[in-house]
């Protein structure tokens, strides 16, 4: 069951974030956007991390079956998608704070995020809720200032994941319990609320020729 | 309090302004641009010379001024701007 799970939300996850992280990158493709860079790598971080996890609970159930997946596989997939938040966020910390600077505009800084495996795990989730709850309030200031329904959707999405995660990280404290399965599914549907405003951009009308 | 715009937004309001505010075929003149965008003419000259040679304008000399007129090319652009500048917004992000 718990695998059933976790194979359902990392699929999502990945799908999502390699949707979104693809949009974002012919975006940045055609405009040549900063924004659009910082949010490919973000989303594509985002996908290969849950990417890693589900080819570790591929791995473990169809080769090693020991019955719980290598500690080390999940904490670097769980790391790769904080990278990813962190991106997110780090986009927003740009908007509100270096508005006016170039550097921080261009290429921006990449994050170091260089302790037993299972306190880097905890590690791991604290920054993703830390980060994805900065993203969230960010969100939901943009929408009060644009109205845009999407940012609703997003921030929803963000605001889910955060909450997901805050849920995982307790269930280390209640092993075995239903928590576990509450944040899966949370996290599912902030990743299905992500992907809804991002569904609705007509990318069929636009014709991407080289410029 | 005023509104940060990023040197794209301000390369998609020249470029709108082209393509939906033109007074005549001969296209818009430096001036009528200056005002349109907002911005001084050291920065409007680098941009337009810029998209001149990014081939998303098109450059016209006609009764003694330069004239500007979108392109092809920056009619597509024009569009991937505005559909991933709603991409972003769903971000709370401006491109």
Request: proline share 2%.
């Amino acid at each position: 069951m718990e695998f059933l799970f976790e194979n359902i939300l990392n699929l999502i996850g990945f799908l999502v974030g390699l949707t979104i992280g693809s949009m974002s990158y012919i975006g940045f493709k055609n405009t040549g956007s900063p924004t659009l860079f910082r949010l490919s790598i973000a989303f594509f971080s985002i996908c290969v991390g849950f990417f890693v996890i589900w080819t570790g609970f591929m791995i473990e159930d169809f080769v090693i079956k020991s019955g719980h997946i290598e500690r080390g596989v999940q904490t670097l997939g769980i790391g790769i998608q904080t990278i990813g938040y962190f991106f997110i966020a780090f986009s927003h910390g740009i908007k509100s704070f270096f508005p006016k600077s170039r550097y921080f505009r261009s290429v921006g800084m990449f994050p170091l995020f260089l302790v037993s495996l299972i306190h880097i795990e905890n590690i791991f989730r604290s920054i993703s809720f830390i980060l994805l709850a900065y993203g969230a309030i960010e969100t939901m200031l943009s929408y009060l200032e644009s109205r845009k329904k999407g940012a609703i959707f997003v921030t929803l999405g963000l605001s889910l994941l955060a909450f997901g995660e805050f849920i995982g990280w307790y269930s280390f404290v209640f092993p075995e319990s239903i928590l576990y399965y509450l944040s899966i599914s949370i996290k599912i549907a902030g990743l299905i609320s992500l992907f809804i405003p991002v569904s609705r951009v007509p990318l069929r009308k636009i014709k991407f020729d080289e410029l | 309090m005023t509104e940060y715009r990023t040197h794209m937004k301000i390369i998609g309001e020249i470029l709108t302004t082209t393509r939906d505010e033109l007074a005549d075929e001969n296209g818009a003149t430096i001036t009528f641009l200056i005002r349109k965008a907002n911005i001084s003419h050291v920065r409007i000259s680098r941009i337009l010379t810029n998209l001149v040679s990014q081939g998303l304008l098109e450059q016209n000399s006609s009764q003694g001024a330069c004239r500007y007129r979108i392109s092809h090319s920056g009619r597509e652009f024009l569009q991937a701007y505005q559909t991933f500048s709603k991409f972003s917004e769903n971000f709370g992000l401006a491109i």
